[in-house]
T-cell receptor, first 117, second 118 residues
């Protein structure tokens, strides 16, 4: 069975600074997808970034980038130039790849990020 | 982009009432939908996987008779909380997987339903 662990329940960062949220996972699968979702106070789930495990290059989306270390089973999210609107709960998630994939997401416990003015 | 509509957004009702929550994919067909429950400041807990035209697959510990799921069409799944009690109060979120997209596209989430049982 797959597990996803986010060891930082809460974090804070000053506006315009950079922050890194950590995520580790455990799986015996060789091919899979990893995601970071953002859940602001409105509680809407917003996809921030995704990474295919077979790609060595780290994914980036504007101010958001990941550090994907497959051997270490680590998938951290870096937010650069933090903005007040980045205040939210962030979830790391795992999804199997391939014909056996039902689309089921395995979520981590979440990290609450507070961006301070 | 893909849109999933969840209704109602907020429900307050008396103990013993049954509550139905709808999840609709507005611009795509979804053979698979997922129902999650989320307590404050906690992660999303998958309750069940809803499959169009067949029985839902429930996660361990989730009562099938308590949380009835129906997925009668490719665009609609419903979750009915039967004889709801205060301990069923929670935030319920649905998501849908696009049947026409590549198999490994992520789910699209509804905006959630806040259920409060008095």
């Amino acid at each position: 069975a797959q597990t996803v662990t986010q060891s930082q329940p809460e974090m804070s960062v000053q506006e315009a600074e950079t922050v890194t949220l950590s995520c580790t996972y455990d799986t015996s699968e060789s091919n899979y997808y990893l995601f970071w979702y953002k859940q602001p106070p409105s509680r809407q789930m917003i996809l921030v970034i995704r990474q295919e495990a077979y790609k060595q290059q780290n994914a980036t989306e504007n101010r958001f980038s990941v550090n994907f270390q497959k051997a270490a089973k680590s998938f951290s999210l870096k937010i650069s130039d933090s903005q007040l609107g980045d205040t939210a709960m962030y979830f790391c998630a795992f999804m199997k790849h391939g014909s056996g994939n039902t689309g089921k997401l395995i979520f981590g416990q979440g990290t609450t990020l507070q961006v301070k003015p | 982009g893909a849109v999933v509509s969840q209704h109602p957004s907020r429900v307050i009702c008396k103990s013993g009432t049954s509550v139905k929550i709808e999840c609709r994919s507005l611009d795509f067909q979804a053979t698979t939908m997922f129902w999650y429950r989320q307590f404050p400041k906690q992660s999303l807990m998958l309750m069940a996987t809803s499959n169009e035209g067949s029985k839902a697959t429930y996660e361990q510990g989730v009562e099938k008779d308590k949380f009835l799921i129906n997925h009668a069409s490719l665009t609609l799944s419903t979750l009915t909380v039967t004889s709801a009690h205060p301990e069923d109060s929670s935030f319920y979120i649905c998501s849908a997987k696009n049947a026409d997209s590549l198999r490994n596209q992520p789910q699209h989430f509804g905006d959630g339903t806040r259920l409060s049982i008095l």
